[in-house]
Structure formats: structure tokens, C-alpha cells
């Protein structure tokens, strides 16, 4: 067989750090690379176990890396943060987005889309911005935030509606559960509105949820959604108005 590439980078485990994954690249100023992803570092590496942010960079298109080290650490009463996505923004910053999870009162798990801008090519970052939506248990795909040639920032999330338990059990429910909605933001991430445009499924069953929705902005400024499911496919829409409908 063909082999095709040759490994630069390998990021190890350990039992204190079970599992790394859920990465994002954005190109930085001067040429340099940031790599940032998911570190879990407990003896967990599940969704809900204790993870943080962590990022590596390469000033020589990726040949070579630096000691990864932490970006983002999470707060006290945060579980975790995971699944970034990084953006550079039409102002020159680059802003990262990542999920945060916390367990609640009653036992529940929420996951809100969070945001943070950095002015000094991801060596700092600003405070945490979390995005101005209802609590709830939200789903985003790392990487999968885009800017527009607009300078328009969007993240497509899976609004579950939900809270969890760590087995899956629903701690309360709310309507509206499994649409595909979409963040936006015209301000470099300071305020924070949803797209009237929502995407729901078409099966009736829970297998057939969408999850982990990314978008894309073509040429022609048609917006591309892609989204996983439990039906063994992946499924995607398009928008043509600016995710005013898909």
C-alpha cells in the first residue's frame, strides 16, 4: 500500500490523561499555525470527563511543533470545555469557541457554547463570553465555526433541549428538542443573536437525531450545513439567504 504524508506531531496519552481530541487549526499572523484541542486529563475520558483546552504552534507550516501547553483552563464550576473552534476575524483577533458543561442542582448536565478572543495570536485570551441563549444541552462540532466574507461569525449547534445525567437519563425536557440552530455574531463575538433559519429532523426516532452540525460558506455565498445522525448517513442543507431558511 501507498503511503502517503509522514507523521510531525503524535499527542500521546496517559492514565492521567486518557484522551486528546476534538481539534482546530487557525493560520496566525507571521505564518505561524495554532493547533488547539481537547485535553481530558482525569482518570475519565468520557464527554463529561474533566477536560481543558490546550494548543501547540508551528512557525514552519507544521513540519515542526512546540511543547503543547495550556490555552484554556476551565473555570471551578465548570465539568469541562471542549470541542474548540478557532476563527480569525476580520479585525486581525482570533476568536475561539468551545462547549462548557456543568453539572447542575438537580443532578443535570448543561453544555453552552462559549467564546473567547485573543489579541495576541492565541498566546492570551479574553474573558469567557457565553453566548446569549436559553441553558440548555447544545452540541457543536470542533472546527466547525466559520466567517463570512461578510465578517459575520457563525457556529451551527444541535439544541437538544435537554438536561443530562451522566447514564443518559433526561432531567427535564423542553420543547423544540433536536433542531439545528445557528449562533451568530456581526460584532466579533461581543453580542450574539440566532438565525431564524432552524433545521429539524425528519425521523421520528431519537436514533435519528442530528448532532454535531458544522457550516461552511461557498462562493457564491450559499451556506453549506452538514450534520452526523443515528441513521448510519450523514445528512446536509444549504442556504441561500444567509441561514434565513435552509
Known sequence: MKKIGREVLFLGISENNPRNGESTFARLGGGRILLAYTEYYSSCGEDHGMARIRGTFSSDEGETWSEPRIL??????????????????????????????????????????CFRVSDDGGETWGEQCRCSIPDGYYCGINDGAVVTKS???????????????????????????????????????TTWGI???????????????????GVYEQEDGTLWM?????????????????????
Open 72 to 113: 484554556i483552563e476551565k473555570d471551578a464550576a465548570a465539568q469541562n470545555i471542549m470541542s474548540p473552534a478557532l476563527v480569525t476575524m476580520k479585525d486581525g483577533r482570533v476568536g475561539i469557541f468551545y462547549l462548557r458543561k456543568e453539572i447542575m442542582p438537580d443532578g443535570g448536565l448543561t453544555c453552552m457554547p
Open 151 to 189: 465578517g459575520r461569525l457563525l457556529w451551527p449547534m444541535s439544541y437538544h433541549g435537554e438536561r443530562y445525567d451522566f447514564d443518559g437519563k433526561c432531567t427535564f425536557r423542553i420543547n423544540h428538542a433536536n433542531e439545528m440552530i445557528v449562533l451568530f455574531s456581526d460584532d466579533c463575538g
Open 195 to 213: 438565525l431564524p433559519g432552524r433545521v429539524k429532523s425528519p425521523f421520528a426516532s431519537t436514533a435519528g437525531n442530528f448532532a454535531e452540525p
Open 226 to 246: 452538514w450534520m452526523r445522525t443515528g441513521m448510519g448517513h450523514q445528512y446536509d442543507t444549504l442556504s441561500q439567504g444567509g441561514g434565513e431558511t435552509w
